[in-house]
Each structure stands twice: as C-alpha cells, then as structure tokens.
C-alpha cells in the first residue's frame, strides 16, 4: 500500500475520469509504502523520511495513474514536476527543473533546462561514501540503485580509488556525453 500526501499553496486542477491532477505554487509531496489504511507519512519527520519514501519539492506537481499492468489490479503511479524540483530519498538527493517518476519500472529522471544542469547525489548504501552527477539528463532506477548519465558535465568519481571511468562506477553505467 502506498501513500501520497501534497501540500500545495495555489490551486490544483484535474480531470478525475483521466485520474490526473495538478498542483501548483510550494508544493511539497511524499511518496512511499505505509501499513495500513490510516497510516501517513511525514516529510519533516525529526527521524528523517521513513525506508523508501520520496520527498518533492517544486512549483509543479502533476499526479496520474497509468493503466493497470498485466496481473495488477490498480493502476500505477506516474509523477512529474517542474519549477525549482529537489527530491530526497533515503539515500540520494536531487535538484533539477525537471522530474518524471514512474512507479510501474521504478524509475526517476531527472532533466535540467538547457541553463542549469539536473544534479543527482547518492550513496551506494548508507554510510558509504557519496557520489554525484550533473548532467542534462539523469536517470536513476530507485530498486536497483543504478544510473544513467545523458549529457554528462560532471561525475564524482572520487569512491574509485583510481580504478577507471565512470562507465565502471558501480550504479553509473551507460555515461552518455
């Protein structure tokens, strides 16, 4: 069971037959897995965001649920957001001004606009040392801690101890410049 909580300061719009809405103005959203019908999640939390949730902040938010996948019964979560975005998970954070999050393959992509690039920092586990990417495009795929890098412009690869590129950094395949 998942829970979506959105705070939003200006209006929201939607189409609840296309199960689409939007917010807009400071919205701040949390995603992740809860216990039960009346359990939530909390953003601010003094512990920090429980296992597995997301924490967005942006101008834009836009929530859609995609069409059932074969042996589903409900739909699947799609997020997009734009305008100033920061995502924190439990081990990575992000800034870009773009962001698309389908839950169906688990993956998060980050895009920059042409002036600044999106930035991705994340730990192997935590505790680990940190690396970090700036790049047009970043996609990082939540489950299987990997990532790809469209249009590189920066990649931490201080946590190799000097043993090759960052197509070898674990979680850093596919490096596209």
């Keep these: ?17 296309r199960r689409q809405m939007e917010f807009h103005q400071r919205v701040e959203a ?18 920090g965001l429980p296992p597995r949730a997301v924490a967005i902040t942006s101008d834009v938010l836009s929530v859609g649920q995609a069409a059932p996948l074969p042996g589903l019964r409900r739909g699947t979560l799609e997020l997009g957001a734009a305008g100033n975005v920061m995502v924190e998970g439990e081990a990575f954070t992000a800034r870009s001004s773009r962001l698309s999050y ?7 992509v980050f895009e920059g606009d042409g002036r600044s690039d999106a ?6 586990r935590i505790g680990a040392p940190t690396s970090s990417a700036s790049a047009g495009k970043i996609l990082y795929w939540r489950g299987l801690n ?30 596209k410049p």
Excluded: C
């Excluded at 389908?102 to 998060?108: H, I, N, P």
């Excluded at 990997?146 to 197509?167: M, P």
């Design 102 to 108: 389908s839950e169906a393959k688990d993956l998060l």
């Design 119 to 124: 930035q991705l920092f994340r730990q192997e």
């Design 30 to 47: 949390i995603w992740g897995p809860v216990g039960g019908w009346n359990d939530t999640l909390d953003a601010h939390a003094a512990g």
């Design 146 to 175: 990997q990532v790809e890098v469209n249009d590189a412009r920066f990649i931490d690869l201080d946590q190799l101890g000097g043993t090759g590129g960052a197509s070898r950094l674990p979680g850093f395949g596919g490096a």
């Design 1 to 17: 069971m998942s829970y979506l909580g959105v705070d939003f300061q200006r209006g929201i719009r939607g189409n609840i037959n």
